[in-house]
């Protein structure tokens, strides 16, 4: 299949443009798309054919479902049976945005949107281009990241590319995907929010959310544990092993000098995910060292918007090993940390 690939302003998406994607959209095809998180894999999601079609391009698990984007709140009760009034404050406080919400599936729905459970994950995207694309497109839009199955989630057009040329119909180059991190996946258990999986949206604000109902945030997976797969161990992983060394970021950072030297003393080629302050700590060991610097360490958003980037960059140099380690704590630092812990082969407490 040949994949083409359309420049898109991000801003202000030219309609022709977004026209031909909701053609394809409503033809049973995948069109790659971004949205204010990461890029994501889109397919109308009411079409069991076309929602089959995105497992295979990702050589994703069947069991693995799927975010079904909305291009408004006032759609979801025509795709979920029920929203219960903490997920409709939820929706209200954080739609468009980057929150997803597990509610029980309705009929319009592709049974496959949920990997063989009676729930559906649904999200309202922000992003223009993910906006003017639901809308052209008339229908709810299936979209996992845009990357193969276990790999780094795509933040630009030139990643999924990478990952999925020849493999879906069109991609949508809107960009750099502006947030840089998934969104946050919660259900409602009872009167509380879980969340399943921490992304863009932080436990903090939900926290604040939930407690004008009185309700609380826990973290982790469901009573249920089939029930956030995509929680699971080992994901969003670079191709090289990563070492994460996880703890207190003050002394993860003097650790992690440690380790490197100690592979370079081994004689491996070794790739570190550093922040921005770190870089003169490490002038000894540039030279023999690949350095990915995801900014600083005071500012965790942009930590989140480089994060699969560097990655990314870092694993191109093919290095023996890749080292990263803790760099913050709270807020949207959880995230960055899940993502980091679930990209490594071996997690160094
Ligand atoms: O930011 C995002 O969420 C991006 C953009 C494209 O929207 N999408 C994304 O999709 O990250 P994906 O497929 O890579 O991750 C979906 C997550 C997984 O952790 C999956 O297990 C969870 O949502 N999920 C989906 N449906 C679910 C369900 N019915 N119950 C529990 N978890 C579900
Ligand atoms: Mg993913």
Redesign the pocket.
């Known amino acids: 299949m040949n994949t083409e690939y359309v420049p898109v302003n991000p801003q202000s998406p030219d309609s022709g443009v977004i026209a031909r994607a909701a053609a394809i959209i409503r033809d049973g095809g995948l069109v790659a798309f971004p949205?204010e998180?990461?890029?994501?894999?889109g397919a109308d999601a009411t079409w069991s054919r076309a929602v089959l079609r995105i497992y295979e391009a990702k050589a994703r698990d069947l069991s693995?479902?799927?975010?079904v984007?909305l291009a408004e709140a006032a759609q979801v009760l025509d795709y979920a049976s029920g929203l219960p009034p903490l997920a409709r404050s939820l929706a209200e406080r954080f739609w468009p945005g980057?929150l997803?919400i597990?509610l029980e599936?309705g009929p319009l729905l592709a049974p496959e949107?949920?990997?063989g459970?009676s729930?559906?994950?649904i999200?309202v995207?922000s992003h223009p281009v993910a906006q003017a694309l639901l809308r052209a497109a008339g229908r709810p839009i299936a979209?996992?990241?845009?990357n193969r199955f276990m790999r780094t989630?795509a933040t630009t057009a030139v990643h999924v590319r990478d990952d999925l040329d020849g493999r879906i119909d069109m991609i949508l180059d809107g960009g750099p995907a502006t947030g840089g991190?998934?969104?946050t996946?919660v259900?409602i258990e009872g009167e509380d929010v879980r969340i399943?999986?921490p992304?863009?949206v932080t436990a903090e604000a939900l926290a604040a959310a939930a407690a004008e109902f009185g309700s609380a945030v826990a973290f982790g997976p469901?009573s249920d544990p089939g029930?956030?797969?995509?929680?699971m161990a080992k994901h969003y992983a670079p191709t090289a092993p990563l070492i994460y060394i996880s703890g207190d970021p003050a002394t993860s950072a003097q650790r992690l000098r440690e380790a490197m030297a100690e592979a370079l003393a081994r004689g491996q080629s070794v790739g570190a995910l550093i922040t921005d302050a770190e870089r003169g700590g490490l002038q000894e060991l540039a030279g023999r060292a690949f350095f990915g610097s995801v900014g600083p360490a005071d500012a965790p958003e942009r930590v989140g918007h480089q994060l699969f980037r560097a990655l990314r960059d870092l694993d191109s140099q093919r290095p023996d090993v890749i080292f990263a380690r803790t760099m913050g704590t709270g807020g949207l630092w959880v995230a960055i940390d899940d993502r980091l812990r679930r990209a490594a082969t071996t997690v160094l407490t």
């Open positions: 949205t998180t990461v890029y994501g894999l693995d479902p799927l975010i984007h980057p997803t597990v599936r949107v949920s990997g459970r729930s559906v994950a999200r995207p979209a996992p990241s845009a989630s991190l998934e969104s996946v259900a399943l999986r992304g863009a469901a029930a956030s797969p995509g929680t």
